[in-house]
């Protein structure tokens, strides 16, 4: 079969699938063709903790800026769609025991605001917390943006009852949230399919570059046919398949990398935290609480000894589901590392212990589970990730190509912007400041390579 398009764009993740989305509904572009060789968002994009944030890191604003933009969209999408993505904006509260990380906090709460995030309101020692605004559990409508410093115990004990009691500080960092993403990626399909866009399932087997350039696409789809489609721009969002397709497809080499991520989930049927409680981060190294019996035996097993050593701070989760009812979700990356992927994805078998005890160091009422650990189920993705941890969103090496991928944990809360910024280089429309630290030529700047050189926080959790 042979036909022709005017885009064809490889994976239907949230990133392939928002660009489609903005080439098709915002652009007005007809045919399109999107190439996925399993179910929409199926590989990694369902397995999301489906969170957003407008809290970044620098050392520039360009992520801050991407976040907020995509946020702009998300919650325009919200409304658009009559509540279908279920977005709220509850928050992402960071907390801590040691007096000494009180002026992280606060240079991060004064860096947000110099680039964008939003006012700092600190509350001290003896505040009224008159001033304090809640967060609804549901929608973003009256929420303030930037955040909330409250270095007031009592304070800290009203608004969260549930966190321990050795919490010295907490930063509550307001536009951020989480939504349906299977909902979301689904209502942007229907529309960019509404408006003309093809889905093929198959397999891109081969890029014809004759002339220096991108020609045509041949796919070997699912029920067999040979397909070619003759067209001059091709965009790649292939997830965790990113590395492996640009080298065979494009004869490019990029500079990311795949890491294992994986989430906890499970009933909370002891109500450890309310279920309209905000997403937590416990920003302090951990040690695992064990009895004295169970550290012996650990001290005793080659095998297990590791769980006796400190973990790195970054524990975090949310309620899932209607309150009452709801499920906890709990990540942490302890243990990241650079892997080829592999499907099925390996499990961890005492990832779900091991999160429970790091996340009751924040929640204490999750001891309550340690003597019987509830039934849990474990998933993840891979995140592909640049040197520095910002996506790949631009045009490639060879003419007609492009790439909308590399987007690590955050495809779900930047995926619109970045749909709308792959569709802006394809159409030639203008495009913002912050666009050019995510080319993919940014690492031939030697400059720029050297900005993030000793860097140690690209914004993962």
């Not at 970054?314 to 650079?338: C, N, S, Y």
């Amino acid at each position: 079969m042979k036909r022709a398009a005017e885009v064809v764009i490889v994976g239907a993740g949230i990133a392939g699938i928002s660009s489609a989305f903005e080439l098709a509904v915002r652009k007005g572009l007809r045919d399109i063709v999107l190439v996925e060789a399993g179910d929409p968002l199926s590989l990694t994009s369902d397995k999301s903790t489906e969170c957003y944030r407008n809290w970044w890191p620098g050392p520039d604003d360009a992520m801050l800026r991407l976040m907020n933009r995509s946020i702009d969209l998300l919650e325009t999408v919200e409304r658009e769609s009559g509540g279908r993505t279920r977005l709220n904006r509850r928050g992402y509260l960071y907390a801590t025991a040691d007096p000494d990380r009180i002026d992280t906090l606060l240079a991060n709460g004064r860096r947000a605001k110099a680039q964008g995030a939003g006012p700092l309101r600190v509350h001290e020692k003896g505040s009224s917390g008159s001033d304090w605004i809640p967060s609804p559990a549901q929608g973003f409508a009256g929420v303030p943006e930037g955040a909330d410093l409250v270095l007031d115990p009592d304070l800290i004990r009203t608004r969260f009852p549930w966190l321990t009691p050795d919490i010295v500080a907490c930063l509550h960092a307001r536009r951020c949230g989480w939504l349906s993403a299977q909902q979301l990626g689904m209502y942007l399909l229907e529309e960019a399919r509404r408006h003309g866009v093809e889905v093929i399932r198959g397999m891109v087997r081969q890029v014809d570059l004759s002339g220096g350039r991108v020609r045509s696409v041949r796919i070997a789809s699912a029920g067999g046919e040979d397909i070619r489609i003759d067209s001059e721009r091709l965009i790649l969002s292939t997830g965790p398949h990113l590395a492996a397709s640009a080298r065979d497809l494009l004869g490019i080499e990029l500079p990311v990398v795949c890491e294992r991520h994986l989430k906890v989930a499970f009933r909370d049927h002891r109500s450890a935290i309310p279920g309209d409680a905000p997403l937590m981060v416990w920003t302090d190294p951990v040690t695992l609480p064990w009895t004295k019996e169970e550290r012996a035996e650990l001290e005793a097993s080659p095998e297990n000894g590791w769980l006796l050593d400190p973990f790195p701070a970054g524990v975090h989760g949310r309620p899932e589901g209607r309150p009452g009812e709801h499920w906890l979700l709990i990540l942490w990356t302890f243990d990241a590392q650079p892997v080829p992927p592999i499907f099925p994805l390996p499990v961890c078998d005492s990832l779900p212990e091991i999160a429970l005890r790091g996340w009751s160091k924040m929640i204490p009422a999750l001891c309550e589970y340690f003597e019987r650990l509830p039934k849990t189920i474990v998933d993840g993705g891979y995140y592909v990730r640049t040197p520095e941890n910002r996506p790949l969103i631009g045009p490639l090496p060879v003419a007609g190509a492009w790439v909308n991928a590399a987007w690590s944990g955050f495809g779900i809360m930047g995926g619109c912007a970045g749909g709308e910024l792959a569709a802006n280089w394809i159409t030639g429309d203008p495009m913002p400041p912050w666009a050019k630290a995510f080319h993919p030529a940014r690492f031939d700047d030697p400059a720029y390579r050297q900005r993030f050189a000793h860097g140690d926080d690209d914004g993962q959790l």
